[in-house]
Nanobody, 125 residues
Framework: QLQLVESGGGVVNPGGSLRLSCVASGFNLKYYAIAWFRQAPGKEREGVAWFSSYDGRTHYVDSVKGRFTISSDNTQNTAYLQMNRLAPEDTGRYFC??????????????????WGQGTQVIVVS
């Protein structure tokens, strides 16, 4: 089974930083593309960052470019999302997902083979 467990969420002031982690088990993360999606209350789920383990390509939604960085550490079998200069509109539950070979980036939730349970991020003054 493809199991993913996110952590690192919390409550932070605007302008602050958080690093989310996504630990993979049951498979080797280096053979998968990784994405972080988020869902805010009352809003549609959206993809924010994508990472291709095959060639290291990254892709970001415009609203997080220059603030968020997605990465993966194959030695730890863990993906990360470094989030800097957080703003209230970044509040939401963040999920990591993985998918095998195919188009990159994949924008639909259903394109992915597995998702974690998510970790909550709250940005508030």
């Amino acid at each position: 089974q493809l199991q993913l467990v996110e952590s690192g969420g919390g409550v932070v002031n605007p302008g602050g930083s958080l690093r989310l982690s996504c630990v993979a088990s049951g498979f080797n993360l280096k053979y998968y593309a990784i994405a972080w999606f988020r869902q805010a209350p009352g809003k549609e789920r959206e993809g924010v960052a994508w990472f291709s383990s095959y060639d290291g390509r990254t892709h970001y939604v415009d609203s997080v470019k220059g603030r968020f960085t997605i990465s993966s550490d194959n030695t730890q079998n863990t993906a990360y999302l470094q989030m800097n200069r957080l703003a209230p509109e970044d509040t939401g539950r963040y999920f990591c997902g993985v998918k095998g070979l195919g188009p990159f980036p994949a924008y639909r939730w259903d394109d992915y083979d597995s998702w974690g349970q998510g970790t909550q991020v709250i940005v508030v003054s």
